[in-house]
């Protein structure tokens, strides 16, 4: 199951990517035509093949403009995504110096495959989570939250960056970022179509619709249908860019550390705790686990844990421990920073380890007689 063995599941994968990019396109134009068709139908008194046939000329004519428009779209997000993340996220970019211990565990495994090394960057939150972004070799960049870093041991920090590392190695990232932005498009003229509709925009022109008949009404009619489906299908094929990619990263993590324990013990970890608030769903589908749920799995834009872990069970021979619960001491903020000796929570405390009015009473009066004197 190894992502970088499986060179051909990789290039399916690859191929299918294009092909739902391609389909993202596709439904601009379905858009376009959807506009195309409501414009006409509150502008001619016609019949309905009329109407369609007018809405197809216009996307014809259209065409051109609508491509220009999203592959503009597209290079501006080319440019200036991982800006607009940061923003969002708050992540800033740490050197060696900063992150010794994440900077030389990703430094490792990219030395070990002769990977070029992306930007690393932690994002200050207490959730448990990480994700990879960038288009090309000089704009990848790792994420990291200040959560995981604190609660993952290195074995297991290791793995969550070769998931992510496997990510921009099979192209994921890149696809992922274009399918967001294409999608984003469609989401925004639709969101638009809606509450202009809703909202006054068209309320002038029902009455005009009523006079010319049915003809107008039932285009219109169609093309809030077209607009509900290129919607849910842009929606749809966002979850299928993430969903069966997770399983290759997470082998190919396996690959490159050669611990699938790890792996496992870090899904554990990471399960259920991997909420950023404020963050949109398009950037926790990037995430390493997206714990924002659907209807059911179908429409999660993860494998669950336990499906992923299973097939680390099965193919990298890995042992699953069930879910996990983070240790005592990085849960429990309220503890007592006294109740943990020199040695560590579970070292048995002396008295010299107690406070010093405790101290005085546990030390025989005889002995402090003979230590001052007379």
């Given amino acids: 199951m190894a992502a970088y063995g499986l060179y051909s599941h990789i290039q399916s994968n690859r191929r299918r990517s294009i092909a739902l990019l391609v389909g ?41 403009i609508a491509t220009v428009g999203t592959a503009l779209w597209v290079v501006i997000a080319y440019f200036f995504h991982q800006n607009m993340i940061d923003a969002v996220t708050g992540g800033r970019k740490v050197t060696r110096a900063e992150q010794p211990r994440l900077y030389n565990l990703l430094e490792n495994l990219c030395i070990s495959r002769g990977i070029t090394m992306p930007k690393l960057k ?36 290791e793995s969550v960056l070769g998931h992510e590392l496997t990510h921009i190695r099979n192209g994921d990232v890149r696809m992922m970022v274009i399918a967001v932005i294409i999608a984003g498009v469609i989401s925004f003229f639709a969101e638009l179509f809606f509450r202009l509709w809703f909202y006054g925009g068209f309320r002038s022109s029902r009455s005009s619709d009523d006079r010319r ?27 299928a860019l993430s969903r069966s990619r997770e399983f290759l990263a997470d082998a ?36 390493v686990d997206n714990p924002r749920q659907g209807f059911g799995e179908l429409f999660d834009t993860h494998p669950s844990v336990e499906s992923r872990v299973a097939a680390l069970v099965k193919f990298a021979g890995g042992h699953d421990p069930g879910p996990l619960a983070l240790p005592p001491q990085q849960e429990a903020a309220t503890q007592e920073p006294e109740a943990a000796g020199p040695w560590g929570a579970s070292a048995e405390r002396g008295p010299w380890d107690a406070p010093a009015e405790e101290r005085a009473k546990e030390i025989p009066a005889a002995a402090i007689d003979k230590s001052t004197g007379p």
């Fill in 24 to 64: 993202l396109f596709f439904l601009v134009y379905l858009m376009v035509y959807a506009g195309a068709l409501v414009a006409e139908s509150l502008s001619v008194d016609a019949d309905l093949n009329t109407l369609m046939q007018r809405a197809l000329s216009d996307l014809v004519g259209a065409a051109p």
């Fill in 122 to 157: 932690v994002m200050e939150s207490d959730a448990l989570n990480a994700f990879a972004t960038g288009m090309n070799e000089k704009q990848y960049s790792i994420t990291v939250t200040s959560g995981l870093i604190d609660r993952l041991d290195d074995g297991e920090i």
């Fill in 213 to 239: 008949g049915g003809g107008a009404g039932l285009a219109i009619l169609i093309a809030v249908v077209l607009i509900v489906v290129a919607y849910l299908l842009s929606f749809i094929i966002r979850l």
């Fill in 252 to 287: 190919g993590s396996v690959e490159l550390t050669k611990n699938p324990d790890a792996m496992i013990s870090a899904l554990r970890k990471i399960e259920g705790r991997g909420e950023l608030p404020g963050t949109p769903s398009a950037l926790m589908e990037m995430c």
